[in-house]
């Protein structure tokens, strides 16, 4: 495991609070158990790092084996917060929010950021915008779509309609996607 003095060297290392997101991903892990299921950051933390921090959010959404995670944080320094899943290190200025040990995305199109301190896995963009249609709906969370919006109109060009189409089935928001679409135009309809 790295030790703390080099996380806060490489968190600190960066005044821009999305990069110290993608630093933290990174040295999480090159720091837990190698093995097929790697930490994903999920969430509007994947969207800021997807809109290159236009959208800013306050904690990280991490999926990964809870207890693998708690041993590392508390390594370095997190506690628990306010919250029953949420860890964090003021002296970092960082709170991770452990979301489950299922990733409930496709791995094949999460997207990988290779950096100087490890690899940093983010949750794929077609399974942000499901994601956030289905809060919409479900939840009734009016800005989530607001950020699929946002998210497909920055990527439009690089995700795969169908899997979204099909995807949006599967969890009964093919009526949001279509709104999604309305709001796209043209580029929505490819």
């Known amino acids: 495991m790295i030790g703390y003095r080099r996380v806060k060297t490489v968190i600190l290392g960066t005044e821009d609070p999305t990069e110290r997101k993608i630093r933290l991903m990174a040295l999480l892990t090159s720091s837990l158990p190698k093995g097929k299921m790697r930490p994903v950051l999920a969430g509007g933390s994947a969207i800021e790092v997807y809109l ?70 983010i ?3 077609e399974d ?12 009734r969370v009016p800005t989530d779509i607001e950020q699929a919006y946002l998210l497909a109109r920055a990527h439009g060009d690089k995700i795969d309609w169908t899997y979204v189409g099909e ?14 679409q309305g709001m796209l135009g043209e580029k929505g309809r490819r």
């Open 52 to 121: 290159d921090g236009t959208l800013r959010t306050g904690d990280m959404d991490v999926v990964y084996n809870v207890k693998a995670l708690e041993k590392v944080l508390s390594a370095w320094g997190f506690s628990l917060g306010g919250g029953i899943r949420s860890w964090t290190n003021e002296e970092l200025g960082l709170a991770v929010d452990m979301v489950g040990e299922e990733y409930n995305g496709s791995y094949e199109r999460a997207t990988t950021i290779t950096t100087q301190f490890g690899p940093a896995t």
């Open 123 to 125: 949750m794929g963009i």
């Open 128 to 139: 942000l915008i499901v994601k956030r249609l289905a809060s919409a709906k479900f939840w």
């Open 167 to 180: 995807e949006s089935g599967k969890a009964d928001i093919g009526d949001y996607l279509v709104k999604l």
